[in-house]
């Protein structure tokens, strides 16, 4: 069974920093793209920050360039997206998702998709 499991989320005050995890079971996780979408209240899902397991490509939209890092653990089968410098326009659930053997950080392609984890950033 596919699995992918979200932590990590909480309440920060803005400027400060969360780490997400994202841990992956029951496929071939050097085959997956991981990519790391949220969903603020009333507004649609988008996508933060994906990356590729096969070569390691990185994408990150450019409201979190220099703020986001994404990286993943091969040996953990989990990728991380750490976020700094927090603003409350970050505030929404974020999801992590995985795509076999392509790379892009839209959702369409997505097929698998863990549960969400809320992060709250007060200013």
């Known amino acids: 069974e596919v699995q992918l499991v979200e932590s990590g989320g909480g309440l920060v005050q803005a400027g400060g920093s969360l780490r997400l995890s994202c841990a992956a079971s029951g496929f071939t996780f050097d085959d997956y793209a991981i990519g790391w979408f949220r969903q603020a209240p009333g507004k649609e899902r988008e996508g933060v920050s994906c990356?590729?397991?096969?070569?390691?490509?990185?994408y990150y939209a450019d409201s979190v360039k220099g703020r986001f890092t994404i990286s993943s653990d091969n040996a953990k089968n989990t990728v991380y997206l750490q976020m700094n410098s927090l603003k409350p326009e970050d505030t929404a659930v974020y999801y992590c998702a995985g795509m076999q053997l392509s790379f892009s950080c839209l959702l369409v392609g997505y097929d698998y998709w863990g549960q969400g984890t809320q992060v709250t950033v007060s200013s």
């Open positions: 990356i590729s397991n096969t070569d390691n490509t990185t």
